[in-house]
């Protein structure tokens, strides 16, 4: 990867962050949130005596949100980097919190 193309993609993971907390701010006032957004790149190649024989690339990319409010908090992971995608994942983690145990610290 460039390095033009991995700010590129710092860029676009940065945007969907900002997004992501700003409609979580609208959303569930007074939760903390954190996020944590990948998207990993992987490449390789497989040589047989000096030739070409495989080549493959993969692509992981997922955000993990985790929310506290009251002392409790929860976790959630979705793959992908959209918006509606962390949406989801931020409404199931919402609904577990009331049943979730709250921790003294």
Do not use: N
């Amino acid at each position: 990867m460039t390095p033009a193309v991995a700010a590129l993609e710092a860029d676009k993971l940065q945007a969907l962050g900002e997004q992501s907390l700003d409609w979580i701010r609208r959303e569930a006032p007074g939760v903390d949130a954190e996020l944590y957004a990948s998207r990993v790149v992987d490449r390789g190649l497989e040589l047989r005596e000096g030739r070409l024989e495989t080549l493959h690339e993969s692509v992981e990319e997922g955000v993990g949100v985790r929310l506290i409010r009251d002392g409790r908090a929860g976790f959630a992971f979705c793959v992908g980097l959209e918006l509606s995608q962390v949406q989801t994942a931020v409404r199931r983690v919402l609904e577990q919190l009331p049943f979730l145990p709250a921790a003294p610290h």
